[in-house]
């Protein structure tokens, strides 16, 4: 089985509990300790296999092989990598069955991250998840006082619009936003617009 690890937290000893984002669904899996086992950090794709263990509730991590990308040796990508993935974590945790879209969604992410601008492919990304979610409003009205925004948009978190006044913030044009949640491509944002999608992005997904 392959997946993304979201989440890692310590148990006893130094025994760690994982969360893998698999195609249907989320895995929560106890990892004995083990000198003989290579490390594992938020963020890898891993192959592995879970092993039921009768006398407990939590299943086994077993064999696991870190499918590695290039850029996960790169330390500034893959900190933005792991930055953006444990996001997935708290949105997801309660979630029973996992739609696909999420694991295909980052897997494409992990594919472009080595060539491009990695918080561009990040809010790219994101603005995918809104969309599939039905969560993006269109920028027509402020989510705050609900009058009508003219010239530039204020983003605050999950992307709602609002007046730059209404949230003590510069703003975008607004005509920028409006082909950027058209088109899903970023391309005609500059890399300090991107920078600030970024930064509201890791308020939470
Ligand atoms: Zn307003």
């Known amino acids: 089985m392959q997946g993304f690890i979201i989440n890692i937290n310590k148990a006893r000893d130094e025994d760690l509990i994982v969360t893998v984002l698999c195609e249907e669904r989320l895995q929560t899996l106890y990892r004995f300790y083990g000198s003989r086992h290579s490390t594992i950090n938020i963020g890898y794709l891993i192959d592995f296999e879970v092993q039921q263990n009768l006398k407990t509730t939590i299943s086994q991590?077993?064999?696991?092989l870190h499918l590695a990308q290039s850029w996960n040796f790169v330390s500034e990508k893959f900190y933005i990598w792991q930055e953006f993935i444990k996001l997935f974590y708290p949105h997801l945790k309660d979630v029973e069955h996992i739609d696909k879209f999420y694991f295909e969604l980052l897997k494409k992410a992990?594919?472009?991250w080595?060539?491009?601008n990695?918080?561009?492919v990040a809010v790219e990304s994101y603005l995918e998840i809104l969309i599939h979610e039905g969560r993006l409003h269109n920028t027509a009205n402020c989510f705050l006082c609900d009058r009508k925004i003219e010239d530039r948009v204020a983003?605050?978190?999950a992307y709602l619009p609002a007046h730059i006044d209404c949230i003590y913030d510069s703003g975008y044009k607004m005509e920028s936003i409006e082909k950027f949640f058209k088109t899903k491509n970023s391309f005609h944002l500059d890399n300090a617009d991107i920078e600030r999608l970024y930064r509201t992005l890791c308020e939470g997904v």
């Open 114 to 116: 080595q060539k491009q």
């Open 61 to 64: 991590l077993k064999n696991v």
């Open 155 to 157: 983003l605050a978190r």
């Open 110 to 112: 992990s594919e472009k």
């Open 118 to 120: 990695a918080k561009r």
